[in-house]
């Protein structure tokens, strides 16, 4: 059995911490396990557990349209979404 005796500080937004532990408690995870579990998969990967890329110009458009909640079509339905989609 491990013994648990270091500490790993850092610093964030509030509301980052905030919404990253309601999530986290949503699905019964302590945010220190949170952070051993990712220590675990950067071991295991021997790198970061996910791709670092810089969104390309449609990724960044869609993610900006997200974030502003903007509505990227007016279609009600499938066959007027197909017609703006051209197929």
Partial sequence: MSTKSTTVRARLEPDLKEEAELILEQLGISTAE???????????????????????????????????????????????LFDDLGI
């Fill in 34 to 80: 949170a952070i051993r579990i990712f220590f675990k998969q950067v071991q295991l990967q021997r790198g970061m557990p996910f791709d670092l890329k810089l969104p390309n110009a449609t990724t960044k458009k869609a993610l900006d349209d997200a974030t502003a909640r903007k509505r990227l079509s007016s279609s009600t339905t499938a066959q007027e």
